[in-house]
């Protein structure tokens, strides 16, 4: 089975830390993808790979950056946390031979911003 | 916005079939409708897609209308462990940045 692993379950930040959150996929996909997701709100995508060092940004880049120097290993920055950035983060994976929606999500992180 | 219409929540009896309504009038020709499920404080699951035919397997069937405007995921024996979020996407292989998860089914099975 594909295997999407992300570091942390939970993980509780003060204001402007710098955090990073961590994705490793284990199938050699080409493609990664980080999305938050917040009650009544769906997930909404934040950046996406096509490749290694290739970043694209989804509906909602602002206060995030990505970082893709190995091809199984996708992390998403926040490079000062803020409040408004305390949610759950899933990262994803799937190959460029799979129709866009065959993804395989990791279990997510859950972070507070305190 | 999303480019399907759930209904925002369900209830279904334990071992009896949940049929859940996706309603995406405006698919493209060379979109796919894949449904995944949450459970709660986990990542989404892929359950099952299709392009125009009918689809089953071991987790669920998938009927999609002629016209491709509706599908319907039918969980046959609805167990507690199915309570979930479920969501509906339309995608093609080429616009990852349009891959949109909406609000999704929460399916409440019951006792």
């Known amino acids: 089975d594909v295997k999407v692993t992300q570091s942390s379950r939970y993980l509780v930040k003060r204001t402007g830390e710098k955090v990073f959150l961590e994705c490793v996929q284990d199938?050699?996909?080409?493609?990664m993808f980080w999305y938050r997701q917040d009650p009544g709100l769906g997930l909404r995508l934040i950046y996406f790979s096509y490749d290694v060092k290739m970043k694209e940004k989804g509906d909602i880049p602002e206060g995030y950056s990505v970082s893709r120097e190995k091809k199984e290993r996708f992390s998403l920055i926040l490079e000062s946390a803020s409040t408004n950035q305390t949610s759950m983060y899933l990262c994803?994976?799937?190959?460029?031979?799979?129709?866009?929606?065959?993804?395989?999500f990791g279990s997510g992180t859950r972070l507070t911003v305190v | 916005d999303a480019k399907t219409t759930q209904p925002t929540s369900m209830d279904c009896a334990e071992g009896r079939a949940a049929n859940l309504p996706c309603n995406h009038s405006?698919?493209?020709?060379?979109?796919?409708v894949y449904w995944y499920r949450q459970i709660h404080s986990q990542g989404p699951q892929y359950i099952i897609h299709?392009?125009?035919n009918n689809e089953t397997n071991e987790m669920a069937s998938l009927i999609i209308t002629e016209d491709r405007k509706s599908s319907t995921l039918i969980l046959p024996h609805a167990t507690l462990r199915d309570t979930a979020v479920y969501y509906c996407i339309v995608a093609s292989g080429t616009s990852y940045d349009k891959v949109i998860f909406g609000p999704g089914t929460s399916l409440s099975v019951i006792p």
């Open positions: 299709g392009l125009k």
């Open positions: 199938m050699d996909h080409e493609n």
């Open positions: 994803a994976s799937t190959t460029t031979s799979t129709w866009a929606g065959g993804y395989t």
């Open positions: 405006t698919i493209s020709g060379n979109e796919y």
